[in-house]
């Protein structure tokens, strides 16, 4: 009898310890899943909020091939979410003319921004950015170019594909990103090559989470 009381103890021991356990892990699942739910990003209102302020462009020599010009794009990044911050990857952008034909490349490094954060970056579209792999330019499209210059008026469209990170506390989230940003009309200074403008209402890029 003295035998049994020490094992039948150790079992109990055990099985509490086992339900223990087993609550203990059921209950920090179930506040887990609350959070990541509560705080989450939710589709219908994305964090990151992109608005293209500026565009001015310099050098337009379309005899050489766009080797020369460059493409200024200011751009403002913003996270509007009050808890969750935001960590966008390094990328590279691409300028198309219209909204088909990539012309040009800039490299943006990686930024944070904290919750409520915003920062304006300086988009620097040319060749040389695009490493040894540059865009080919159809001569079809040079020639539409050139017709552009002579009337003046020129559009394009900014091109990103975004690796996003949020994080709160030890939840995290991370999502491959393609914003819509809407044509940017510009006018050209005559016989220059050099142009741009300043949009009284930034124009907002669309970015489905």
Known sequence: ?????PK?????????LTILGTATGMIV???????????APK?????????????????????????????????????????LEMSIHSFESSLYYNYSNPISCAVVEAMHLGPKKQR??????????CGEEQP???????????????????SFVVGMKLRVSYRTGILGWDYDLNPH??????QLVPSTGNG??????????????
């Open 43 to 83: 589709p219908q209102q994305q964090p990151l909020i992109l608005k293209i302020h500026s565009i001015t462009m310099s050098g337009l020599n379309v005899s050489c091939f766009l080797t020369e010009t460059r493409w200024n794009v200011t751009v403002l990044f913003a996270n509007r979410n009050s808890m």
């Open 29 to 39: 699942l179930i506040v887990g899943i609350t959070m990541a739910s509560r705080y």
């Open 120 to 129: 304006l970056v300086e988009m620097q579209f040319n060749r040389a950015q």
């Open 136 to 154: 080919y330019v159809d001569d079809w499209v040079l020639e539409r170019i050139r017709k552009d210059e002579i009337k003046g008026e020129m």
């Open 1 to 5: 009898m003295a035998n049994r009381e």
């Open 196 to 209: 741009g403008i300043i949009f009284d209402h930034p124009k907002v890029c669309l970015v489905p989470l």
């Open 181 to 186: 940003c809407p044509k940017l009309d510009m």
């Open 8 to 16: 039948s103890y150790s079992s109990n021991l055990q099985l509490a």
